[in-house]
């Protein structure tokens, strides 16, 4: 099957850098894609990695190591708005474009 | 261009009765899914849908069902509602561009099944 792992809380504070990990298990790896989520709405699409290497974005960036089955996503000079819940997602082998994701992070930005 | 919408926004049921959820997309896309959201669990495919009148089962399908009469809309049912679907239902669909597969969700349907 497929699982990905990242962790269910992350805090900073205004102006700092925080890197989201996750780790995923799956078979037939396409890519790895990043959603955010605002308390109460929809998912929006932030980024998508299918090759190793950084992926930059305006403040945020992703990155991924294939051989380590690992990612992340760095969102810098944080600001309150960015608080908010990040998935990590990969397509699901059995579900043609359809993704898998992972349980999400929490982040929480103070002042 | 109002991107993906759903109806209702908001349901309360009572065990046993059924409703239709309806997902409307106006981006020609192809592909649709519906999803459930629930505290600590992310988001758990239910159907999705590879072009019209076709539908396909996802993780967690027991006791949906859907339908893709027309590109443009899926219909999530349930049939006899159970308390264990009370959940936030969010409806988004894709088209290939590349490899990145960008899903555009909708705003999600509220439900609560007493």
């Known amino acids: 099957g497929q699982s990905l792992e990242q962790p269910s809380e992350v805090t900073a504070v205004e102006g700092a850098i925080v890197q989201i990990n996750c780790t995923y298990q799956?078979?037939?790896?396409?890519?790895l894609s990043w959603y955010q989520q605002h308390d109460g709405g929809a998912p929006t699409f932030l980024s998508y990695?299918?090759?190793?290497g950084l992926e930059e974005t305006g403040r945020f960036s992703s990155f991924l190591s294939r051989s380590d089955s690992y990612g992340y996503l760095l969102l810098q000079e944080l600001q309150m708005k960015d608080s908010a819940s990040y998935f990590c997602?990969?397509?699901?082998?059995?579900?043609?474009?359809?993704?898998?994701f992972g349980k999400g992070t929490t982040l929480s930005v103070s002042s | 261009n109002a991107g993906v919408t759903q109806t209702p926004k908001f349901r309360v049921l009572k065990t046993g009765q059924s409703m239709t959820l309806l997902c409307a997309q106006d981006?020609?896309?192809?592909?649709m899914y519906w999803y459930r959201q629930d505290p600590g669990m992310g988001l758990r495919l239910i159907h999705y849908?590879?072009?019209?009148?076709?539908?396909a089962k996802g993780e967690v399908p027991d006791g949906y069902n859907v339908s893709r009469l027309k590109k443009q809309n899926f219909l999530l049912g349930l049939e006899s509602a159970a308390p264990s679907q009370t959940s936030v239902y969010f409806c988004?669909?894709?088209?290939?561009?590349?490899?990145?597969?960008?899903?555009?969700f909708g705003p999600g349907t509220r439900l609560t099944v007493l």
């Open positions: 988004a669909s894709s088209y290939r561009r590349g490899g990145a597969d960008e899903q555009f």
């Open positions: 799956t078979s037939g790896f396409y890519g």
């Open positions: 990695n299918a090759l190793d």
């Open positions: 997602a990969v397509r699901s082998p059995e579900a043609g474009t359809a993704l898998i």
């Open positions: 981006m020609n896309h192809e592909y």
């Open positions: 849908s590879v072009g019209e009148g076709t539908t």
